[in-house]
């Protein structure tokens, strides 16, 4: 019986280590050959000997002939090993952030990002979706810097969000597993590229790294909680309607600061059957063109909603246009990463007769959605002053 694993019998796999010493020699025999024949030719060939006009440029164009091969020939082998670390980056880069499922829970997701820095395929946005017996929760985040350097940060974020999900009863302990993951991660940083130092000086570079967290709460009944560090509020897309979830203060970003005592999440209302959320990082707000004109994301993803009239907001084509209008916008060269996530509710109401955000057959108001309301869950703690 041949077992497979990741679409690769195992027979195969010797001959394809036996291939491997061949070419290895075949990449170092190759520039020896046309070495060998230069240098043949030039002791062996009586016309390299000679010194008219005619001989010396025989010579010179086999010398040039067996310039080029060599050329080409390391070439091929400089792009073959190239694309091996392409690929082996963006297994690794992909297991970081990993590509999200399609539904989960009721609801659509889809998610993309474009990274600032050319050939990587993760930069210094991140997020997560995760279904847990709490309810459906979201990270958003946006670690200080771009590119390649972010990926560490980002490891060490994300690695905290996936355990946490699941094991905290609340956002609080979420959000303070990540403030701890983050500081951690920074010390051992900072001990790496200034061992003399033996910790986190504040005079450091490392002392000055943040990440922008935003994170959500979706309950079984559309209910959403937020808990925002520094991050912009996703949008609201109901009918063509497009509007900031909530417009409370958020905390300042992970990392400069310590969270305080009493951290004041902030309850969102309802994602009623039929409307999604917009989440993005501040890349795609500060994108620029060649005039300096920041993108118009407001008024693209109201453009982008009206162009799709359907019940429910289908995430990938609100994704594709959003990001389609953004890379024609930068002319395909954005100075700083962008990550997307939407997620549209599907699910069937749960209480056919109750009205439009959670109005009662008598006409009860609770038309505005509410920013700051607290929720009754007594999973959370009381916040002061929100």
């Known amino acids: 019986m041949i077992r497979i694993k990741a679409g690769v ?4 796999r010797p001959r394809t280590r036996a291939r491997r010493p061949l070419r290895r020699a075949l990449a170092l025999g190759m520039p020896t050959v046309w070495g060998a024949i230069a240098i043949t030719y030039k002791l062996t060939c009586p016309l390299a000997q000679e010194n008219d006009l005619g001989a010396r440029i025989v010579t010179s164009a086999v010398f040039f002939a067996v310039g080029t091969g060599l050329i080409v020939q390391v070439r091929r082998s400089l792009l073959r090993e190239l694309r091996q670390i392409r690929q082996i980056a963006g297994a690794a880069q992909n297991a970081l952030l990993r590509p999200l499922p399609p539904r989960l829970d009721g609801l659509n997701i889809a998610a993309a990002q474009l990274s600032a820095e050319r050939g990587a395929v993760v930069g210094g946005d991140l997020y997560e979706v995760i279904a847990t017996e709490h309810g459906v929760r979201v990270v958003m985040g946006d670690v200080r810097g771009h590119g390649i350097s972010a990926i560490g940060t980002v490891a ?12 905290e009863p609340d956002l609080e302990g979420v959000l303070r597993r990540l403030e701890r993951a983050l500081a951690r991660h920074l010390r051992e940083r900072a001990r790496a590229e200034h061992p003399a130092a033996g910790g986190l000086d504040p005079d450091s570079p490392v002392a000055e790294e943040f990440v922008t967290v935003l994170l959500l709460e979706i309950g079984r009944d559309g209910e959403v909680r937020a808990l925002n560090c520094g991050h912009p509020w996703p949008y609201l897309l109901s009918g063509e309607s497009v509007e900031p979830l909530a417009r409370a203060d958020p905390l300042p970003p992970l990392g400069p600061f310590p969270l305080p005592t009493e951290l004041p999440f902030v309850c969102c209302g309802q994602l009623l059957p039929g409307e999604a959320l917009f989440l993005y990082t501040d890349g795609a707000e500060d994108a620029r063109d060649s005039h300096g004109r920041f993108f118009p994301l407001r008024a693209t993803l109201t453009e982008a909603v009206a162009q799709h009239p359907v019940p429910v907001p289908v995430p990938q084509s609100v994704l594709g246009s959003v990001f389609t209008a953004l890379l024609r916008h930068t002319a395909g060269t954005p100075t700083d990463d962008v ?21 009662d057959i008598s006409g009860s108001a609770a038309g505005a959605r509410p920013a700051t309301t607290m929720p009754p869950s007594t999973n959370y703690r009381q916040p002061n002053g929100v």
């Open 9 to 12: 019998p195992r027979r195969t």
């Open 156 to 167: 060490a974020v994300l690695g905290s969000f996936r355990e946490a999900a699941h094991d």
């Open 339 to 359: 990550a997307i996530l939407v997620l549209s509710n599907d699910r069937k109401p749960a209480h056919p007769h109750l009205g439009a955000r959670g109005c």
